[in-house]
């Protein structure tokens, strides 16, 4: 019975991690840029925008689409590095159940 006591309680730790975890990443933030800095966005958390940056160069008649295409690319490469951010946090909080694939239970980073 003292093993499953124990790991009973690392469980509990885990969980306890995972869920700080978690909380850190709705804290987290990243910022993406694109067109040779022309434009960039920040993001925090699960992806939301907190601010978008258009260099004035861009801001003349007919630059629409271009605009546009370079604040995809840039909320692209803001989400990429958030989200690597993020599960650099989950794996982390995991630790030695980080990849693991364990029947019946979901895999872990």
Avoid: C, W
């Avoid at 925008?49 to 003349?60: G, Y």
């Avoid at 599960?87 to 029947?103: D, K, T």
């Amino acid at each position: 019975m003292k093993d499953l006591t124990q790991l009973m309680q690392q469980a509990q730790a885990m969980q306890q991690k995972l869920q700080d975890a978690q909380a850190r990443m709705a804290e987290t933030s990243a910022e993406g840029s694109s067109g040779g800095g022309l434009v960039s966005v920040s993001l925090k958390g699960p992806g939301e925008i907190t601010a978008i940056k258009i260099d004035d160069s861009l801001l003349t008649p007919g630059e629409g689409e271009i605009l546009a295409d370079l604040i995809v690319a840039a909320h692209a490469d803001a989400k990429r590095k958030l989200d690597e951010q993020n599960n650099a946090l989950m794996r982390e909080a995991a630790g030695p159940m980080a990849g693991m694939n364990i029947p019946g239970m979901p895999k872990l980073f």
